[in-house]
């Protein structure tokens, strides 16, 4: 996750104080939002089916509940750190903000390879992290959902253990649970196509027709697969998807000039998002080291993996053609390359407004589970688009209203928002 002396706690900071300075936040207000109002840090001994115990690292961090509940997945993950996950709970906060739910920002992780954990394991380690956090998350406190590497299945788990220790009926408590336990018509979905909603706008705002388009991903997990798949509902061509290859430790990029079928994806990945490399060769791809993803001649690159994945070292293979990137993955640019893409031209889609699309899904599961009662996937999915387009044209008026880049304009609205709620609060 952290590559190097890459802190992307440090870069959710530096993005902050950018427009703290441009917005003339005040100094007590500025000092709040720039770092977590709270912090869980334990330990989850778990016994494993060979009778030994071993002992996890486990967090749950909630930046900011101004505006509401805090809200953020939770991962699993070999390489998780406490700076990513403070990291990702802040850009939970304006991700929540920028298209106006209320909800406020949360992140947790379990350092763990879920690879090498049987289906047991997984659910002891499940049930371990709400046992160290049942008083201090639940329905009207901090709200968790899936991250990498954890799924509807983990979900549910953590809901069972929430409810026996609490002694009773709250799947308003965590999201993305299994439909028919729950969860929500479209949630498996709504990232990937929240990410491709806000492309959708762009490119019109461009007075590009999406039809004429051709792009490159980087991942092939939830995300990117569905954002493939409606791309190439749409009209686009996809040429290229980059993932991790879980067994020999690398990462490798999928390339057919004539565009890969979306619709294959799932057949050819795992759980995990790594491609199956004799099966995708079957398919006609040609397989590339991974940073040629990023190499590819193409209009649109979708970041849609891991952070700090876009950085000085490659910023500069990025074909001169692209026009529009999209993050659909948190933080995948670092500061100084983003200063790079800043002066290029390229319209850039900010992470926190192009991926929101999978907690303003997790908010309409929320609402539903607290009624008992659910909407049809139709339903949600327009829900979803109206969301998503009207947060992207508002970041986009702020844009050209003030002159500001795109990931500074939704900044802006986001900041603005909390800012607004702490101090109607009388926090500062």
């Known amino acids: 996750m952290t590559v190097g002396s890459y802190n992307p706690y440090e870069n959710a900071q530096a993005q902050f104080d950018r427009v703290a300075e441009i917005i003339g936040l005040d100094g007590a207000t500025r000092q709040l939002l720039r770092q977590p109002q709270k912090e869980y840090h334990f330990t989850i001994p778990v016994h494993m089916d060979d009778g030994s115990t071993r002992i996890f690292n486990g967090y749950r961090i909630q930046h900011n509940d101004a505006r509401g509940p805090a809200k953020g997945g939770i991962r699993f993950h070999p390489q998780e750190t406490v700076n990513t996950i403070r990291a990702l709970s802040m850009w939970m906060t304006w991700k929540c903000a920028v298209v106006d739910i209320p909800l406020g920002g949360g992140k947790g992780g379990i350092i763990c390879n879920p690879r090498e954990l049987s289906a047991g394991e997984q659910e002891r380690l499940c ?94 997990g939830n995300v990117a697969q569905y954002a493939a798949r409606l791309y190439q509902e749409l009209g686009g061509n996809l040429v290229s998807i980059s993932c991790w290859d879980h067994n020999d430790q690398m990462a490798y990029s999928y390339c057919k000039n004539d565009g890969l079928d979306a619709e294959m994806l799932p057949a050819i990945t795992d759980s995990y998002g790594s491609i199956d490399k004799e099966k995708a060769c079957d398919l006609g791809c040609t397989i590339a080291p991974d940073n040629a993803w990023l190499k590819q001649d193409v209009d649109i690159l979708i970041p849609a993996a891991m952070e700090n994945q876009i950085t000085t070292a490659n910023v500069g293979l990025i074909s001169k053609n692209v026009k529009v990137i999209v993050e659909g993955a948190n933080g995948p640019i670092n500061t100084d390359a983003d200063e790079v893409i800043r002066n290029s031209g390229i319209f850039l889609i900010p992470d926190f407004l192009a991926n929101a699309g999978g907690v303003t899904c997790s908010y309409f599961e929320q609402v539903q589970s607290n009624a008992n009662y659910y909407w049809e996937k139709e339903e949600v999915l327009q829900k979803l688009d109206s969301k998503m387009t009207s947060a992207f044209k508002a970041v986009r008026e702020t844009a050209e209203k003030h002159k500001l880049y795109m990931r500074d304009a939704a900044y802006f609205i986001s900041i603005n928002r909390v800012a607004e709620a702490v101090k109607m609060r009388g926090w500062v």
């Not at 409810?163 to 965590?174: A, Q, S, T």
Request: proline share 5%; net charge negative.
């Open 127 to 220: 049930r371990g992290w709400v046992r160290q956090l049942a008083k201090d998350i639940g329905p009207v406190i901090d709200v968790p959902a899936p991250d990498i590497m954890t799924n509807a299945q983990h979900m549910l788990w953590m809901l069972d253990e929430f409810e026996l220790i609490h002694g009773g009926r709250y799947p308003g408590f965590i999201t993305g649970k299994p439909v028919g336990m729950g969860g929500s018509q479209g949630r498996t979905e709504a990232t990937g196509y929240g990410v491709i909603y806000t492309l959708r706008e762009a490119l019109d705002g461009l007075g590009i027709n999406l039809k004429n388009t051709t792009a490159s991903i980087q991942g092939c």
